[in-house]
């Protein structure tokens, strides 16, 4: 079982459209982080969020941390091809090492 | 800046065989890190460094073996591979540790045990 679960596994949508992912735990997370992996590469940070209730916009993405510090959501707005890959969701669990979710593959179709 | 360095790229090897993935890394960075991703189960820690000459064990260290004799490198050393050990295989490097530090990948490994 991840520690860190991610919903849902796979987004096909259409270019434009508005989309939602989400990252949930019964822990409590020290800060939780967004990475977007595109295929045959690493990793990159998004951004870190770090105070609950914390909501944070990087362009059309907009990362919110829960009050409870146990979940995160990731909204794209009028998504574009370029949006393509894989998100993952990470955090430090209080006293623990990075963990990571099994990520969310998101297709955005032209 | 190269940022971190991962080769090779892709390998193969037959059961039994040993093989050494190699990872450098030009920021100075003390932290650096092997992570192996299979589809659907995210990133495990096999091993991390805090600094040079000092390594510990992750998630899933068995079959793994590291060492960081520099600051720059950390190479990850599988000696009797197995075919449970195809995944891709990422590196990475961070300035500071836990959920504030802002961890840096190689591009990764693709290694296939047949």
């Known amino acids: 079982t991840q520690l860190l679960e991610q919903s849902p596994q796979f987004l096909s949508i259409q270019e434009g459209e508005n989309l939602t992912v989400y990252c949930n735990s019964s822990?409590?997370?020290?800060?939780l982080q967004w990475y977007r992996q595109e295929p045959g590469e690493g990793p990159v940070l998004l951004v870190t969020?770090?105070?609950?209730?914390e909501v944070k916009k990087l362009k059309r993405l907009t990362f919110q941390f829960g009050d409870a510090r146990k979940d995160s959501s990731l909204h794209i707005t009028a998504a574009q091809p370029g949006d393509t890959g894989l998100y993952l969701c990470a955090g430090v669990p209080d006293g623990n090492k990075l963990v990571f979710g099994a990520g969310t593959i998101l297709r955005v179709k032209s | 800046n190269a940022g971190v360095t991962q080769t090779p790229k892709f390998r193969i090897l037959k059961i039994g065989q040993s093989m050494t993935l190699q990872c450098a890394q030009d920021?100075?960075?003390?932290?650096m890190y092997w992570y192996r991703q299979d589809p659907g189960m995210g990133l495990k820690l096999i091993y991390y460094?805090?600094?040079?000459?000092?390594?510990d064990k992750g998630e899933v260290p068995n079959g793994y073996n590291v060492s960081r004799s520099t600051t720059e490198d950390f190479p990850l050393r599988l000696e009797l591979a197995a075919p449970s050990q195809t995944s891709v295989y990422f590196c990475a490097s961070s300035l500071r540790t836990g959920g504030s530090g802002k961890l840096f990948f190689g591009s990764g490994t693709q290694l296939s045990v047949l």
């Open positions: 920021m100075n960075h003390n932290y």
């Open positions: 969020v770090v105070t609950g209730g």
């Open positions: 460094s805090v600094g040079a000459g000092i390594t």
């Open positions: 822990s409590v997370f020290s800060s």
